[in-house]
């Protein structure tokens, strides 16, 4: 018995209580904790956040480990963790404002804004002191980073003290925001008497996610003013990103195409471009036809090759002029999950899967050129991982002021190493730098680090999370659950009505500008069309940035 006690209370006059109880207090509340997230209520489970709740139970009874080690080993499971975050969503992050991504960016930042207002309303209406109502205000939009940087902001400003209120807020908002986000979801949906079939309908050609994906379309070609005129000479004239696939003569086979191959009134050709490019393309070539290219190009085949040589990393495409060396053509290129045209200023990344067509012969011919090998990407890059981590700390670490505030801004060490993996993700393969990390990587490192941070915020707050709730913390589950709604519907209605977007594309966004994953996960579940994750994908990135820096100037300013 006096083994299993040390085991779980620590060994007196050793530091932390002993290696085997700290590893064995941590090991626990993550193992216990991912069980109790998985346990679903009407559909709805807390997820990786049932480590903080598993952790506040120990906390509460006594089992927790040293401070100073509790202290390190959170701040580093967030800087893994947040540093994942930006190498994922680094690539498209800058690409994300373009275009019909604007519309929905401003939507996500009206989402931010409000959200941050209501905050600030809350403090003064109610009394309640800042740092809690930045943990609630992170709980009720389920924004982890945020907590954890409103965590450090704190520390900065008061010598290393910690906040255990903030933790507690976060606590108990947590539940309830993921529960709002999906009844302020709900709430559009009949305050718009939405149609769903209607509305899936359209969503597959909703123009302001369209940017972020590509299809295909044959076009015959039929106005006189292309006649004659090769590919080149119309990409200059019609100043659209799209890519001509094959093209049939009539009467005859198809072929591949480059930039001399010249275009004649009759011709067939399979266009890959934007939805939002495809209706001016057909306008300006000719007409919309139905061909089946599959059965009509017997001796070409279309596959999907993954490039795994380090040497392409930040090559632009055209440079590999891969139709003369390989006798292929590059229609689309698949980067996370989203098919970009292969235009030749392009700048391919490791890890992209380029789709090609041409003749058998000539696709293995272009698979040796991309390398193709899986194998290759499963040996982790561990040097931009930890210099870019050095790097993010660094930037943290830089204090600058801002009129108004009574204390420097630090970008601490969640905003400074999310905005170095931003950047290493966007600019790292022009510098021949490889950031790719597999999907699966990724995803370990980045849990594993929230599930080392959650625990070690749950154990902090454990031993005043009850006291804190029996003297009146209840009320913040109400605070919570206005700044969960509130924002939502008000946005919602102003995308709706405003922005005429599409309501799954609209449900989308909302979920990713509160970074809602539970919320996003109800919204895919509505419509078979890939719509909410389309407007998830394309304003997460601003949004995590702004609630983290949201997070950190409202303990700054208020704090």
Known sequence: MELFRNLLFG????????????????????ALGVIFGKLKVSGISLGVTGILFVGIAFGYFGMNVDEHLLHFMKEFGLILFVYSIGLQVGPGFFSSFRKGGVTLNKLAVIVVVLGVGV????????????????????????????????QQAFSDMHAGADAPEIATGYAVAYPLGVIGAIASLLTLRYIFRINTRKEEEA?????????????PVSIEISNQAIDGKNLSAIHEFILRDFVVSRICHPGGDPELVDAST?????????????????????????????????????????????ITKPELNGKQLSDLRIRNTCGVTITRVNRAG??????????????????????????????????????????????PIFI?????????????????????LKLGLAGGPLIVA????????????????????????????????????????????????????????????????????????????????????????????????????????????????VGYATVYPLSMFLRVLAAQLLILIFG
Not at 203 to 215: C, E, P, Q, T
Not at 428 to 455: C, D, H, W
């Open 422 to 533: 931003i950047l290493i993700g966007r600019y790292g393969p022009q510098y021949k730098l490889v950031t790719y990390t597999t999907m699966s990587a990724n995803l370990m490192l980045r849990e594993v680090g929230i599930a080392l941070f959650l625990a070690g915020v749950g154990l902090g707050a454990g031993e005043d999370f009850v006291p804190t709730l029996v003297a009146g913390g209840y009320v913040w589950i109400a605070y919570g659950a206005i700044i969960t709604i509130l924002p939502l519907v008000v946005s919602g209605i102003i995308g709706r009505s405003c922005c005429k977007l599409n309501y799954f594309t609209l449900i989308g966004v909302l979920s990713g500008a509160t970074t809602n994953p539970p919320a996003l996960a109800y919204s895919s579940e509505q419509t078979s069309s890939d719509a909410p994750s």
């Open 203 to 215: 969503a597959g050609i909703d123009g302001d996610a369209a940017d972020l994906v590509k299809r």
């Open 119 to 150: 905050t600030i309303a809350l403090h003064y209406i109610t009394g309640v002191s800042m740092p809690t109502m930045v943990g609630v205000m992170s709980g009720a939009v389920t924004n982890t980073p945020g907590l954890g940087a409103a």
């Open 388 to 408: 870019g981590i050095a790097l993010g700390v660094l930037l943290g670490s830089i204090s600058f002021w801002i009129p108004g505030i009574p204390q420097p």
């Open 262 to 306: 010249i275009l004649h009134c009759g011709d067939r050709i399979l266009v890959v471009a934007a939805p939002k490019d495809i209706e001016a393309l057909v306008a300006l070539l000719g007409h919309e036809v139905e061909a089946n290219w599959h059965i009509m190009s017997k001796n070409m085949i279309s596959r999907r090759i993954l």
């Open 338 to 383: 989203i098919d970009l045209v292969a235009a030749g200023n392009l700048q391919l990344q490791l890890g992209d899967r380029v789709t090609v067509v041409g003749p058998e012969h000539s696709v293995a011919q272009a698979e040796k050129v991309f390398g193709n090998s899986l194998k290759r990407l499963n040996h982790p890059n561990l040097i």
């Open 11 to 30: 060994t007196p006059g050793l530091w932390g209580g002993g290696v085997a109880h700290s590893v064995l207090i941590l090991s626990l509340v993550i």
